[in-house]
Nanobody, 113 residues
Framework: VQLQAFGGGLVQAGGSLTLSCEPS????????LAWYRRSPGKQYELVAA???????RYADFVKGRFTISRGNAENSLNLQMTDLEPEDTGVYYC????????WGQGTLVTVSS
């Protein structure tokens, strides 16, 4: 099972992007869905999560700037990113929260200073 992320691109610092993701097949997620990112030289890190009960959680470094929400399709997910910083540069992935599936296609976000 994989979730495919879309919507990345090149943006200047202070700009905005909205990412989306959809599963490649019908899935069951025990704890919800989340966005992760992998920045150059770093491991995967949790950016934001949305539990099955609708609770959203954010990493401290994106609080107040990013908003996670469900998409229209079943088990789809969005991430609205505002006030982007060069440190937000990385490949963003969507996956199950707490128990990730095989990593799917990520989407590259590049924030220029």
């Amino acid at each position: 099972v994989q979730l495919q992320a879309f919507g990345g691109g090149l943006v200047q610092a202070g700009g905005s992007l909205t990412l989306s993701c959809e599963p490649s097949e019908k899935i069951f997620v025990r704890n919800g869905l989340a966005w992760y990112r992998r920045s150059p030289g770093k491991q995967y890190e949790l950016v934001a999560a949305l539990t099955n009960s609708g609770v959203s959680r954010y990493a401290d470094f994106v609080k107040g700037r990013f908003t996670i929400s469900r998409g229209n399709a079943e088990n789809s997910l969005n991430l609205q990113m505002t006030d982007l910083e060069p440190e937000d540069t990385g490949v963003y992935y969507c996956n199950a929260y707490l128990s990730p599936f095989q990593w799917g296609q990520g989407t590259l976000v590049t924030v220029s200073s």
